[in-house]
């Protein structure tokens, strides 16, 4: 069993290392976001006057993104033949008014797909 001052050690050790890691992230997600052209503003702002553009940004980024993962999925699943015509139609339809909404509400919040496509930073976007 180590000593309690060997723990410590460890401790600051891995404080160090949490501290050097968080910076060198931050600097890569600048430098890529200066490399891929990105804009200040395509980070949500949250400032109190624009909250409801910001959480309806951020909502309808969420409910892109599982609408996407919906579309996919559905194709796995009619590729892999596991659907009739039927439930192929049924959706095809619902998919399709799902995206005719999203479109409406973007409207509504006065957004467009690139400010649904959120910087991930070292990740990259997210859509």
């Known amino acids: 069993m ?3 001052e060997d723990l410590d050690a460890d401790v600051d050790a891995i404080g160090d290392l949490a501290h050097t890691m968080q910076t060198r992230w931050q600097a890569e997600g600048q430098a890529n976001a200066v490399a891929s052209g990105l ?4 980070r949500i702002e949250l400032a109190p006057d624009q909250v409801k553009n910001g959480l309806g940004r951020l909502v309808l980024t969420l409910v892109k993104l599982l609408h996407e993962l919906l579309e996919r999925q ?3 699943r009619i590729e ?3 659907l009739t015509p039927d439930e192929i139609e ?6 399709m008014r799902q995206a ?3 479109k409406r509400l973007q409207r509504e919040f006065r957004l467009n797909d690139e400010d649904l496509n959120l910087d991930l ?6 859509l």
């Not at 930073?121 to 997210?126: D, Q, R, S, V, Y």
Request: glycine share 14%; proline share 11%.
């Open 2 to 4: 180590k000593p309690i």
């Open 39 to 42: 804009r200040p503003s395509a």
């Open 74 to 76: 559905a194709l796995r």
């Open 80 to 82: 892999a033949g596991a």
């Open 90 to 95: 049924r959706v095809g339809v619902t998919l």
């Open 100 to 102: 005719e909404e999203l």
């Open 121 to 126: 930073g070292p990740l990259g976007t997210l």
